[in-house]
């Protein structure tokens, strides 16, 4: 079945910092999205995003599906982004996701 | 819009028991998912219905089984409960057709659960 890999496994950021976070998947998908999971545990999604480009704030993602990667940019870090950042995919041939390990980023003040 | 709900939020059962958790959507949602989350990991899915009267099996269905009587809700069971079922479980759902076929997941709160 598809890989998905996520990196780094670990970010510690200074508040104010700026960060990107990988995903890299195995084969051809047909949606990704992007959630942080939050200290309490809730996921929050942040991007839907097949292709292309989206932004929302202080963050951003981009999708090159023929390349197989998806990147997540944090920009000017809060404590608040602290959490696990999560890509998620949908194997193009089946209705099942796939997600990633995650990215564990600690923000701090 | 409550969006997707899951009942219990937390429960605890003893090895052998049963118990069935509930998830609720209202977005007229096609597909819905459960998944459970074992510590510092990422979600493995359990079981999905890409419709209503339908499921299948994902990444890790043993010890599990679903249904789907109703479009809008999605029973995950548990039969017999063992300690590593212990985890969080999240249930999701997408896809509407009435908005064109848009495909984003929407999860709910998750139950915590422990099998002692």
């Known amino acids: 079945g598809i890989q998905v890999e996520q990196s780094p496994p670990d970010l510690i950021l200074q508040e104010g910092a700026n960060s990107t976070l990988r995903c890299n998947f195995s084969d051809s998908v047909n949606n990704l999205q992007w959630f942080h999971q939050n200290p309490w545990g809730q996921l929050i999604n942040l991007f839907y995003i097949p292709s292309g480009t989206k932004q929302n704030g202080r963050l951003s993602a981009t999708t090159v599906a023929t390349e197989r990667y998806s990147l997540l940019y944090i920009s000017s870090s809060q404590t608040t982004d602290s959490g696990v950042y999560f890509c998620a995919v949908r194997d193009s041939g089946t209705y099942k996701y796939i997600f990633g390990t995650g990215t564990r980023l600690k923000v701090l003040a | 819009n409550a969006g997707v709900t899951q009942t219990p939020k937390f429960r605890v059962l003893k090895t052998g028991q049963s118990m069935t958790l509930l998830c609720a959507q209202d977005?007229?949602?096609?597909?819905m998912y459960w998944y459970r989350q074992d510590p510092g990991m990422g979600l493995r899915l359990i079981h999905y219905s890409v419709g209503e009267g339908t499921t299948a099996k994902g990444e890790v269905p043993d010890g599990y089984n679903v249904s789907r009587l109703k479009k809008q809700n999605f029973l995950l069971g548990l039969e017999s409960a063992a300690p590593s079922q212990t985890s969080v479980y999240f249930c999701?759902?997408?896809?509407?057709?009435?908005?064109?076929?848009?495909?984003?997941?929407?999860f709910g709160p998750g139950t915590r659960l422990t099998v002692l």
């Open positions: 999701a759902s997408s896809y509407s057709i009435l908005a064109g076929g848009y495909n984003e997941q929407f």
């Open positions: 977005m007229n949602h096609e597909y």
